[in-house]
């Protein structure tokens, strides 16, 4: 499991005496990544590639230490016969040799197995559940940030106070885990990113869309990427359609034009496209949704209402990014990388260590029987990260029991069950910003 894959410096120096027990991201894996961007160490070094890789991610599990303490805390280092270990200024140079493409390598590597392994067997109508939504990073300050990544304008003001970086991914809902990601510049919009992850869509797959990404050219490509592979959004108001068929009082088949902008950038999309649009019955509140379109249009499959109740799973990805930037990132403003291709080093760490912490839970799961989502992840954290320190000193060979130990204190913070709202949701009426003018007497 995850306490497995930290072993101590001499195993390390000699690949082939690793441990046993370093299943869940096992040395294998890093060295393929590392030899698929030729990044591999060819020179014996006091920090070498692998162990740069396992300083990045252990950066993503502990957000509150200086990176030089993270060294020390997970004894990520080598000793020479003199007893000189490595000096602080040998880390920033050792994470510029390494680059940021073999971290993306790794986590392409461990998403797919994982997310493979762990979801295959949790379903919806023999469909895989996965969301896509975007979300972002601020970077320090500086001149190659600024360059590279840019400013989101607002309303409210001209620019952001810092460079932003935009992330959109794909996302398991069953588990929350990171099936694909993809992130740059700002100034790159989330579909331009989602279309890129069309490449990941698995067969037998419903991925859930917010609103904004709805786009003929997106949604078509999503559907054509892989077999039985289908997607679901809501309704936007503007949206001009045409009723081909009416299977109920709120479900139809429905008939949309695709723009002229859409065809001049990708020819091949048709001049009409058709979808299923599925609309609530019941009296609707401000700000609520009028219905969802979709691709699922087996109408003997895919009731109306099992097809309205599964978007509400859409929220799990905002959960999810909830998890990294509340609990992972310690709700810290900025990330802490001063170089462009350090901020890439940084996220992808931020991602593997965040995929390696659900995948435990997941685990945590089968062995309580309860969803992964009632595990809480707070105190899956800190057990793993207290694991982590505990193997850098301790012998490889009494990692299981503490394993063991560890997944049964982990199952007293499972998490209730959530309780149906008791009222319907309601939206606050904002104060305003102009002043009001009493009435005096």
């Not at 096992?26 to 160490?41: G, H, R, V, Y």
Request: charged share 25%; net charge positive.
């Amino acid at each position: 499991m995850l306490s497995n894959w930290l072993i101590d410096t001499e195993l390390f120096a000699a690949p082939e005496e690793l441990s046993v027990f370093q299943k869940e991201l096992p040395l294998e894996w890093i060295e393929q990544a590392l030899e698929q961007t030729n990044k591999a160490s060819i020179r014996r070094r006091k920090l070498p590639a692998e162990l740069v890789v396992w300083l990045i991610v252990g950066i993503g599990l502990y957000r509150n230490r200086s990176i030089s303490e993270v060294v020390s805390k997970l004894d990520l280092k080598l000793v020479d016969k003199l007893g000189e270990t490595v000096a602080p200024s040998a880390i920033p140079q050792a994470r510029q040799r390494l680059t940021a493409a073999p971290l993306k390598a790794l986590f392409d590597i461990t998403s797919k197995h994982w997310c493979q392994r762990e979801d295959s067997m949790d379903v919806w109508h023999g469909l895989q559940l996965f969301s896509v939504d975007g979300t972002t990073f601020r970077c320090a300050e500086n001149e190659e940030h600024s360059e590279h990544f840019g400013y989101i304008s607002n309303q409210h003001k001209k620019q952001s106070v810092y460079p932003v970086a935009r992330l959109c991914a794909l996302m398991s809902l069953r588990s929350r885990m990171l099936r694909d990601v993809k992130f740059g510049p700002c100034s790159k919009g989330e579909i331009t990113y989602a279309r890129e992850m069309t490449e990941s869509v698995p067969s037998n797959s419903l991925t859930l869309f917010d609103s904004c990404y709805f786009s003929a050219d997106l949604m078509i490509s999503w559907q054509s990427a892989a077999p039985n592979s289908h997607w679901l959004t809501p309704l936007k108001s503007n949206t001009r359609y045409n009723v081909v068929e009416q299977y109920a009082d709120n479900d139809y088949l429905v008939k949309m034009s695709v723009s002229p902008q859409a065809r001049k950038k990708n020819p091949q999309l048709p001049e009409k496209w058709r979808a299923r649009l599925v609309t609530y019955q019941e009296n609707r509140q401000d700000n609520h949704i009028e219905g969802v379109l979709s691709s699922l249009t087996d109408t003997t499959k895919y009731s109306s209402q099992d097809i309205l109740d599964v978007y509400f799973e859409r929220w799990e990805i905002e959960n999810g990014y909830g998890e990294i930037k509340q609990y992972q990132l310690d709700d810290s403003i900025l990330l802490r990388s001063q170089t462009v291709e350090g901020v890439y080093q940084e996220i992808w760490g931020l991602l593997i260590a965040y995929n390696l912490i659900r995948v435990e839970i997941s685990q945590i799961a089968k062995e309580a029987e309860v969803s992964p989502l009632r595990i809480s992840f707070v105190m899956a954290m800190r057990y793993i990260q207290d694991e982590l320190m505990w193997c850098a000193i301790a012998s490889p060979g009494t990692i299981p029991k503490k394993l063991k130990a560890m997944r049964e204190n982990v199952k007293q913070f499972i998490l209730p069950k959530k309780r149906k709202r008791p009222k319907s949701r309601t939206v606050r009426i904002n104060k305003t910003r102009y002043p009001i003018k009493k009435r005096t007497s």
